[in-house]
């Protein structure tokens, strides 16, 4: 508890956030979530874009999206985890100025993906015979196509304007935000409100779209239709979009939006900058939670996961089969030696 009283008094006085021991608890959290996403991630790339059929449906487009957003937001971990463990201003200005520009760069591709996932179903659901355009292969494309345009055309310039405006390599700040030059930290403040205001459409998206599917299902279950069970998955998986979004995104613009604008206020600012740690944290778990939107949403995913678990139970069953005829060979050779030693003794 003293520990905690000397940190605080300390983060209040220099107004940087110096605590080790928090940024070691930090590194070997994001180092779990990288081996376990890492893996994962890679084996739902390999199975989308290995795929003979690759552009059934637009669902397909935003899946294969979504799922190339978060194998690059993986990648991006490890400049984010040596940032944490060394004081170098080398590394520092390699994470300042591409690794916090990746990692957001696929986390607002992760979010528009979900959200172009969930109108996508919105749009099956409640108008299926409506707008088709917006549900064609063709169009997901051009959406994809522009959303990543857009995204890396932000983070280019982001960086570009970061490395032209810093002057010096000395600064041994723990965090970004000081090395700022007042150009950047006005093009930083015009992101993060742009960002709210994506993640704010696609939340209030999210929520009406559940909202409309979960009265859709009620009428057709009133209507006693055939279709209702294929419309309790239906929105069985809109709520899980929700959930995942809600869990991994919500609490990081409770906590961004706050301290992008009060950063630099000795009083709040370290308190602010702990907790907007901690939601990117939790943040970037959803690299290890989307593959459950893949399980769901994809039948051929599912088909496969099924398969791999069939066969490695099978391998793993002739694996027990064949240790117990070892065993039982062994046991019956034991017990026939001791049957002869037992006659010869006789």
């Not at 978060?70 to 984010?80: A, G, K, T």
């Not at 990692?103 to 979010?111: C, D, F, Q, R």
């Not at 522009?146 to 055309?153: D, G, I």
């Not at 205001?197 to 599917?213: A, D, K, P, R």
Request: hydrophobic share 45%; proline share 2%.
């Amino acid at each position: 508890m003293s520990d905690l009283k000397n940190m605080t008094s300390t983060l209040s006085q220099t107004c940087d956030v110096v605590a080790t021991s928090v940024n070691s608890f930090f590194m070997l959290v994001y180092s779990l979530v990288f081996l376990v996403g890492l893996p994962l991630n890679g084996f739902i790339m390999k199975f989308y874009f290995r795929r003979q059929q690759q552009t059934l449906s637009s669902l397909m487009v935003y899946l294969k999206n979504l799922t190339a957003a978060d194998f690059l937001l993986c990648l991006s971990l490890p400049l984010r985890i040596t940032f944490y463990a060394s004081k170098s201003a080398v590394v520092q200005q390699l994470y300042c100025s591409f690794g916090a520009s990746a990692l957001l760069l696929n986390m607002y591709a992760s979010i528009l993906f979900m959200g172009y996932i969930a109108v996508n179903r919105y749009l099956k659901i409640v108008h299926p015979s409506g707008i088709r355009v917006l549900q064609t292969v063709r169009t997901a494309h051009i959406i994809s196509a522009v959303t990543w345009v857009f995204l890396l055309a932000t983070a280019i310039s982001y960086s570009s304007l970061y490395l032209m405006t810093q002057e010096s390599l000395t600064s041994n700040s723990s965090r970004c935000d000081p090395l700022f030059s007042e150009s950047v930290k006005s093009f930083f403040t015009i992101i993060q409100v742009l960002s709210a205001i994506i993640f704010l459409v696609v939340f209030i998206s999210l929520v009406f779209f559940y909202y409309s599917t979960s009265r859709r299902v009620l009428q057709a279950q009133q209507s006693q239709l055939a279709s209702s069970e294929k419309l309790l998955k239906s929105r069985r998986n809109m709520l899980l979009l929700v959930s995942i979004f809600c869990v991994c995104f919500v609490p990081y613009h409770l906590a961004r939006l706050p301290f992008t604008f009060l950063w630099r206020n000795c009083t709040v600012g370290p308190v602010l900058y702990y907790l907007k740690e901690v939601s990117t944290m939790v943040s970037v778990f959803n690299i290890c939670l989307d593959p459950v939107v893949y399980f769901y949403l994809c039948k051929a995913f599912r088909a496969k996961v099924r398969k791999l678990s069939r066969r490695a139970n099978i391998q793993q069953a002739s694996e027990e089969s064949e240790s117990s005829k070892e065993q039982f060979g062994i046991v019956t050779s034991t017990s026939q030696t001791n049957e002869l030693l037992c006659q010869h003794t006789h």
